[in-house]
């Protein structure tokens, strides 16, 4: 049996909370794929092509959530705000 715990289940989603726009979610897509091209095509290999790869990975999974962990310690948001 899984057991889900709705009060932390609603602290994790506060805290997800999106912070990139659609600028930033597209540069870092056509990054990652930039960079998987380079490795495809034996531009860039050994470890300095798998760090990338790694990178590039994380980039994708950003962009697909709308949320950059790193830009919560120090404030960034791009993500657009609707004016009320």
Known sequence: MIFIDINNLNL????MKKNMG???RLLRLIVAA???ALY???VIEGTLGFVLLILSAIFVLTS???YCP???PFGINTC???QE
């Open 22 to 24: 659609g600028t930033d």
């Open 12 to 15: 994790i989603l506060f805290v």
């Open 64 to 66: 697909f959530v709308s």
């Open 40 to 42: 495809f095509f034996g």
């Open 34 to 36: 930039v960079v998987v």
């Open 70 to 72: 790193l830009y919560t």
């Open 80 to 82: 657009k705000t609707k």
